[in-house]
């Protein structure tokens, strides 16, 4: 999950960033990054729409508050994920109206945590996550079984409906997809699913669909360690569920 934090007091902001993560990684999901910030405006200052899977802020901070940073977010994001960390809950029925997922009430412990990632749903949000192309489409990630990069074109292959396909450069399509660490490039201009592996022979990936993918030399090391970390994460998920 892509996360920001942002609290005005470095202690809370620390505490809740190293939570975040040590949750994140004993039940075994692949976080690409918690970033932190001291204030609503350093944030919104580099947002961009569909950037954050999940925005956990504080509603008294200097300057822009949480609840009018949130009113700024909804405009232009309905899918992103808003936690309110706060000593009070005098601000329900705010958060309520820009469509806040959980409230989180300090001191905030390890628990509570672990509660509220319990209710925002990991996996049934995970499942559904997809990410805006330069076109406009939408492109659910856990739907894409590889992508094809040729003659500018980038071809998603999607084992649920029509594949994708978008004028984009493989750089900024890898710079789009592959911050998820199930998305890994394996040769020049393929990009692999992860969860879409039904083969690891070595050399190459077997996908679900049939294709066999094969690794390039100078990338192979590199890719197999990534594939192999990440079934070592799926498995210790699976046992710790």
């Known amino acids: 999950m892509k996360i920001a934090v942002i ?13 975040i993560r040590g949750y994140l990684s004993e039940a075994g ?13 350093e944030f919104l200052e580099v947002w961009e729409a569909h950037g954050y899977d999940l925005i956990l802020m504080d509603i008294y901070m200097e300057g822009l508050s949480g609840i009018d940073a949130a009113r700024r977010i909804r405009c232009m994001d309905e899918e992103v994920r808003l936690v309110f960390c706060t000593v009070s ?13 959980y409230y989180l009430q ?3 412990s390890k628990q509570s945590i672990s509660e509220m990632f319990k209710r925002l749903k990991l996996e049934e949000y995970e499942s559904g996550r997809f990410v805006v192309l330069p076109d406009g489409q939408h492109m659910v990630l856990r739907n894409i079984i590889y ?3 040729s003659n500018h074109i ?5 084992k649920k409906g029509e594949d994708i396909r978008t004028r984009i450069t493989q750089t900024e399509f890898e ?3 592959c911050g998820y660490p199930y998305f890994w490039r394996c040769a020049k201009g ?21 294709k066999k993918l094969y690794m390039s030399r100078r990338r192979e090391k590199e890719v197999q360690n990534a594939y192999k970390e990440f079934c070592f994460e799926q498995m210790r998920r699976e046992i710790g569920g």
């Not at 809950?89 to 997922?101: D, K, L, R, T, W």
């Not at 980038?154 to 999607?158: C, G, L, P, Q």
Request: hydrophobic letters at 35%; glycine letters at 8%; aromatic letters at 16%.
């Open 147 to 149: 992508t094809e990069y």
């Open 154 to 158: 980038v071809t998603a292959y999607n």
């Open 175 to 177: 710079r789009l997809i």
């Open 7 to 19: 609290d005005d007091e470095q202690m809370e902001l620390s505490y809740l960033s190293e939570t």
């Open 190 to 210: 393929i990009v692999v699913n992860f969860y879409e592996v039904v083969e690891f022979g070595g050399h190459f990936f077997g996908m679900s669909n049939g």
């Open 106 to 108: 300090k001191p905030v």
């Open 29 to 41: 999901y692949l976080a690409n990054r918690v970033d932190t910030f001291q204030c609503a405006e």
């Open 89 to 101: 809950n005098g601000f329900a029925s705010e958060s309520y109206e820009v469509g806040a997922h």
